[in-house]
């Protein structure tokens, strides 16, 4: 196998980063790197969701355009993997990472990063006490 370095892809909304992942991601896992050994991140929830998609079309694409083998194999291994895989957030692997040492961090058990929702109440709580100071 080629000696790959890891890639940073560091660009503008609607710039085609998205794209860019997936056709990384891709040749990875056509190199044979295990997915489960692939980490892959982006800033929104929507764009990992498409990553995702995208990630699972083109190994069906691939499939069909050049037969099942060896890509059939790729894509089956790619989807017993999904639970396993670190396709999502930064948040989300950030705090996958610190839910597995929260007390070497410091952090109570059980801490979690708050939902949207949640977030958005506890900066204006947080704003209301700043300025009833």
Partial sequence: MPTLRHTLISASAGSGKTYQLVQRYLQLLTLGVPPD????????????????????????????????????AVLREVLRSLPRLRLGT?????????????????????????AEAESKLAAKGAMEALLSA
Avoid: Q
């Fill in 90 to 114: 930064i948040d989300s692997f950030f705090a996958a990472v610190t839910g597995c040492f929260p007390l070497e961090l410091g952090l109570p058990v059980g801490a979690a990063i708050m």
């Fill in 37 to 72: 050994r692939i980490a892959a991140m982006t800033f929104t929830r929507k764009a990992a969701g498409e990553f995702v998609n995208r990630i699972l079309l083109g190994l069906a694409s691939l499939v069909e355009s050049e037969g099942r083998d060896p890509h059939g």
